[in-house]
């Protein structure tokens, strides 16, 4: 676990904290790039196993943590794993499985791969092996992930990504308009509601949190969130999405139903959390790549509040 440790601890030099509500419009917001704050401390193994619903599996935090072994609760919501997925190849590939889970849901802080094609699989893990796809802010889970495509071969490459694309999306994301919010922090990496209960106003964020923290700290793949948007957002969003303007008509690449076409891949049920740094990325520059001539002359002229409402309006469709 030193390789796991390591990284994590890059998080350490961070971004104000993501749960004040106002934000600075000079550089990406910090609710869409949660980072650790300085004294942030993993939680330390009592050596419990820990449990999730409808699975028999149990799983110390130890192994949760290990770069190297996929958590895999719920064998039957997938075909097996190849072993790049369940258990990576030490020491520079970890498993596919552990960040983007068993079968591919990811989280805030990653992509989810279902539903991605297998050459947009590779494609992607390609562009951050050449450094086309990066952050605009410095993030851990793409250090991961950069770390990891230098290493895999194309054989590896090819195996996690037919084995994700085989697997149908699943919508795990509930879109709440709303003008207060929970109180947050970050809590390794994503947002969290902090004790207490006590809220705030949402002002021009999206605030995503997991239903069930403790479950999604245990890399549950059936962990489900809820997404806090402006109210109006989902409309707005539908709106900019239709708009005669050609640049921004998302439904020209990605599909009238946006789940994806030969072109470009599904943008449907995705986080929008995840969602809203693509779009920022490829605003800003860090994203380039397969796409990204297309992407450039849509988001050039996109606000923050135009951005959180194309990605709850995304957030809100059926995969």
């Not at 790039?33 to 419990?48: E, H, I, K, L």
């Not at 390609?126 to 071969?153: C, H, W, Y």
Request: one cysteine or more.
């Amino acid at each position: 676990m030193r390789i796991s440790s390591a990284l994590f601890a890059l998080s350490l030099t961070s971004l104000a904290s993501a749960g004040a509500p106002a934000q600075s419009q000079d550089g990406p917001p910090a609710w869409a790039y949660p980072v650790n704050p300085p004294n942030f401390q993993r939680a330390p193994d009592d050596g419990t196993l820990r449990r999730v619903p409808d699975s028999a599996a149990g799983f110390t935090l130890t192994q949760l943590r290990d770069l190297f072994a996929a958590p895999d609760w719920h064998p039957e919501d997938h075909p097996a794993m190849p072993e790049i997925v369940a258990k990576g190849r030490k020491p520079d590939v970890f498993a596919c499985g552990v960040c983007h889970r068993a079968d591919g849901p990811g989280g805030p802080e990653n992509a989810s791969l279902s539903g991605f094609s297998a050459e947009y699989i590779i494609q992607q893990t390609v562009e951050f092996k050449t450094g086309q796809r990066t952050n605009s802010v410095p993030r851990v889970a793409t250090d991961l992930m950069i770390k990891t495509s230098k290493a895999i071969t194309d054989q590896e490459l090819k195996e996690a990504a037919n084995y994700f694309a085989s697997i149908k999306p699943r919508s795990n994301i509930a879109v709440v308009e709303t003008d207060t919010v929970p109180k947050t922090h970050v809590r390794d990496l994503f947002l969290a509601p902090m004790d207490g209960g006590e809220k705030e106003p949402i002002g021009q964020r999206v605030i995503e949190i997991p239903e069930n923290v403790e479950h999604f700290i245990s890399r549950d793949s059936r962990a489900r969130f809820i997404a806090y948007v402006p109210v109006g957002s989902i409309q707005k969003g539908r709106a900019l999405a239709a708009s005669g303007d050609l640049r921004v008509q998302c439904a020209a690449c990605h599909g009238a139903d946006l789940k994806g076409t030969a072109v470009a891949p599904g943008i449907a049920a995705r986080s929008p959390t995840y969602m809203f740094r693509q779009l920022y990325d490829f605003k800003s520059g860090a994203r380039k790549g397969a796409g990204s001539d297309l992407m450039k002359p849509v988001v050039e002229n996109l606000g923050i509040e135009d951005m959180i409402a194309l990605v709850a309006y995304t957030a809100s469709l059926m995969p």
